[in-house]
């Protein structure tokens, strides 16, 4: 019998860039990795309907669009400038302020390919241990992410080694561009009892509020569109999950129980896409973990490791 998964390598003119492709027979599945920009997923199809998507020309700026991988702060950090074991750091790169989603999301990734009876696997690694990357984040250290295809659907894990001398503060989320399959009629499910109360230019207090009784109780599937989120949710009582009605499909985010937070983005200048983002910590954590225990900022000691997953697993409807 041929061969079930497939993990080539190629050129894609339209992007510009090499490309990894993985691709499944039974179910028929196929996910696009781009390494060279931070080992983002810029597509992931099943079944012939594109689950995750990217816009062309947000990819080439480059900009964040298909599955981009937030480290190591997921999100947005106030001002660029954080606090960690007494001492001021200002999250830079290249000699610019970076506010917004990490440092690694643009980075060139080095990678391999690997199948298997069960799976078909691209794997990759960026190292902070030159001053390009160091200047924002000098906490020397290797992240590594990990793109598995395999029956039950796409799994995204990372696993984060201290290369350094000093415990190192992290947090880890991904980014995906999910696609409205059915326009109007694709649900979101987000069982969470608690959202950040949020500054008007999109920061976390210290405040959580229920979502009970208000329009951010997305515990039961909810339309994915006509109202604008861009919220950081806590407290979740199981795991999200995209619906799509009419094409009897539901996309469950199965994440290990460091993923406590999720971002909820929905807006009207997207109408394709919304991203349901599982995150580590939540939002400018780095900066309010002190005041707020649900933060949940994690920290690694030198030369200990720390690792995750959120497997995306398709079912019927």
Same mark, same amino acid.
């Given at each position: $019998?041929?061969?079930?998964?497939? &993990?080539?390598?190629?050129?894609?003119?339209?992007?510009?860039?090499?490309?990894?492709?993985?691709?499944? &027979? &039974?179910?028929?599945?196929?996910?696009?990795?781009?390494?060279?920009?931070?080992?983002?997923?810029?597509?992931?199809?099943?079944?012939?309907?594109?689950?995750?998507?990217? !816009?062309?020309?947000?990819?080439?700026?480059?900009?964040?669009?298909?599955?981009? $991988?937030?480290?190591? /702060?997921?999100?947005?950090?106030?001002?660029? &400038?954080?606090?960690?074991?007494?001492?001021?750091?200002?999250?830079?790169?290249?000699?610019? !302020?970076?506010?917004?989603?990490?440092?690694?999301?643009?980075?060139? /990734?080095?990678?391999?390919?690997?199948?298997?009876? !069960?799976? #078909?696997?691209?794997?990759? /690694?960026?190292? /902070?241990?030159?001053?390009?990357?160091?200047?924002?984040?000098?906490?020397?250290?290797?992240?590594?992410?990990?793109?598995?295809?395999?029956?039950?659907?796409?799994?995204?894990?990372?696993?984060?080694?201290?290369?350094?001398t000093a415990t190192m503060p992290f947090g880890f989320a991904i980014h995906p561009y999910f696609i409205r399959v059915d326009g109007e009629a694709t649900?979101?499910?987000?069982?969470?009892?608690?959202?950040?109360?949020?500054?008007?230019?999109?920061?976390?207090?210290?405040?959580?509020?229920?979502? #009970?009784?208000?329009?951010?109780?997305?515990?039961?599937?909810?339309? #994915?569109?006509?109202?604008?989120?861009?919220?950081?949710?806590?407290?979740?009582?199981?795991?999200?999950?995209?619906?799509?009605?009419?094409?009897?499909?539901?996309?469950?985010?199965? #994440?290990?129980?460091?993923?406590?937070?999720?971002?909820?983005?929905?807006?009207?200048?997207?109408?394709?896409?919304?991203?349901?983002?599982?995150?580590?910590?939540?939002?400018?954590?780095?900066?309010?973990?002190?005041?707020?225990?649900?933060?949940?900022?994690?920290?690694?000691?030198?030369?200990?490791?720390?690792?995750?997953?959120? !497997? $995306?697993?398709?079912?019927?409807?």
């Amino acid at each position: $019998m041929p061969q079930s998964y497939t &993990a080539t390598q190629t050129f894609n003119r339209e992007i510009g860039k090499q490309i990894l492709v993985l691709r499944c &027979a &039974a179910p028929e599945m196929e996910c696009v990795i781009v390494p060279d920009l931070g080992f983002n997923v810029i597509s992931w199809t099943y079944g012939g309907k594109e689950l995750i998507g990217y !816009d062309r020309e947000a990819l080439v700026q480059p900009g964040l669009t298909g599955c981009p $991988m937030l480290f190591p /702060f997921p999100n947005r950090v106030r001002d660029a &400038a954080y606090a960690f074991g007494g001492k001021q750091y200002r999250q830079v790169k290249n000699g610019r !302020d970076i506010v917004l989603h990490g440092l690694v999301w643009d980075e060139p /990734f080095q990678s391999k390919l690997t199948t298997g009876d !069960d799976c #078909a696997r691209a794997q990759g /690694f960026v190292a /902070f241990d030159n001053p390009h990357l160091l200047e924002g984040y000098p906490f020397p250290c290797i992240l590594t992410l990990r793109c598995e295809l395999n029956s039950t659907g796409l799994s995204i894990s990372y696993h984060v080694q201290n290369a350094g001398t000093a415990t190192m503060p992290f947090g880890f989320a991904i980014h995906p561009y999910f696609i409205r399959v059915d326009g109007e009629a694709t649900q979101v499910q987000i069982p969470a009892a608690t959202r950040y109360e949020t500054t008007p230019d999109l920061l976390p207090t210290e405040v959580l509020l229920p979502t #009970a009784g208000t329009r951010y109780n997305l515990s039961s599937p909810t339309p #994915a569109s006509g109202q604008e989120f861009d919220d950081v949710f806590c407290e979740l009582s199981g795991p999200c999950a995209i619906l799509h009605p009419q094409s009897k499909l539901r996309v469950t985010l199965n #994440a290990t129980p460091d993923f406590q937070h999720v971002v909820y983005y929905s807006t009207a200048t997207l109408p394709r896409f919304f991203c349901v983002e599982n995150q580590t910590c939540s939002t400018n954590a780095i900066n309010i973990s002190q005041r707020c225990k649900t933060s949940n900022l994690l920290t690694l000691a030198p030369g200990k490791t720390h690792s995750g997953r959120v !497997d $995306m697993v398709v079912t019927a409807l």
